[in-house]
Nanobody
Framework: QLHLVESGGGLVQPGGSLTLSCAASGFTLDGYNIGWFRQAPGKEREGVSCIRSSGRITNYADSVKGRFTVSRDNANNTVLLQMSSLKPEDTAVYYC?????????????????????WGKGALVTVSS
């Protein structure tokens, strides 16, 4: 079965850091562009970040720009989302998604409206 698995979620204090990992199961992430999304309680899902299959192009939602960093670890078939200076409003379930045709623009962040593979999510809680 082809799917993605997120890990690394948990409870962190405001101002703290956390790194999420997205691993592929049953397929390789080569050739797939990746999007990170999150959904806070009572809110709609929103795009957070994206990275192209090459790893050379990344982009971010304004709400996380300068605090989050996305990267690829092709040797381990994973994608990482490093989160720092976390705020209570970052509390959400975080999802990674992969699609070969999703366009991650370097100039304007546009979350993917259709992604082929999704993970089940990892809960991040920012609270003192």
């Amino acid at each position: 079965q082809l799917h993605l698995v997120e890990s690394g979620g948990g409870l962190v204090q405001p101002g703290g850091s956390l790194t999420l990992s997205c691993a592929a199961s049953g397929f390789t992430l080569d050739g797939y562009n990746i999007g990170w999304f999150r959904q806070a309680p009572g809110k709609e899902r929103e795009g957070v970040s994206c990275i192209r299959s090459s790893g050379r192009i990344t982009n971010y939602a304004d709400s996380v720009k300068g605090r989050f960093t996305v990267s690829r670890d092709n040797a381990n078939n994973t994608v990482l989302l490093q989160m720092s200076s976390l705020k209570p409003e970052d509390t959400a379930v975080y999802y990674c998604a992969a699609d070969p045709t999703y366009y991650c623009s370097a100039y304007r962040f546009i979350p993917g409206s259709y992604m082929k593979y999704w993970g089940k999510g990892a809960l991040v809680t920012v609270s003192s």
